[in-house]
């Protein structure tokens, strides 16, 4: 059970962090969107998955992960700076949004991938045992 709730709360607790960093002006709207796009598209993939496919099991990718402690990362320095203790240079920020966009989108990207993969695999598996 672990094994399921540990990434659902890792990932509510990020989502929720963004949307509201997003509302108050602490990371650029923007962000907010790709971080919250990648999700939505993760769990798009998944429902796919489960509903057209027999795959049941859709392990977390390295970058991923990485993308998961860049966030977390950033979402430190973010709050920092928004608490002023102490205030974290303006060129540091901007390191965290571009690190944090390119981690995501490039996770993201690597999640279609791997999804597509499967998914071909899938396919090809299906194709083979007709015959």
Do not use: C
Request: hydrophobic share 55%.
């Amino acid at each position: 059970m672990g094994a399921y709730l540990d990434p659902v709360a890792d990932k509510s607790l990020l989502v929720t962090l963004y949307l509201l960093f997003g509302i108050t002006g602490i990371v650029p709207l923007w962000l907010t969107a790709i971080v919250l796009g990648r999700d939505i598209f993760i769990l798009l993939m998944v429902a796919a998955g489960f509903a057209f496919t027999d795959v049941r099991e859709f392990p977390p990718s390295v970058w991923g992960k990485l993308s998961t402690i860049v966030q977390i990362g950033a979402a430190v320095g973010f709050l920092a700076n928004a608490a002023h203790m102490p205030s974290v240079p303006s060129s540091m920020i901007e390191v965290f949004v571009f690190a944090t966009a390119l981690a995501t989108l490039w996770s993201g990207f690597d999640y279609g991938r791997r999804g597509f993969s499967i998914l071909r695999r899938v396919r090809i598996d299906a194709g083979q045992s007709r015959r």
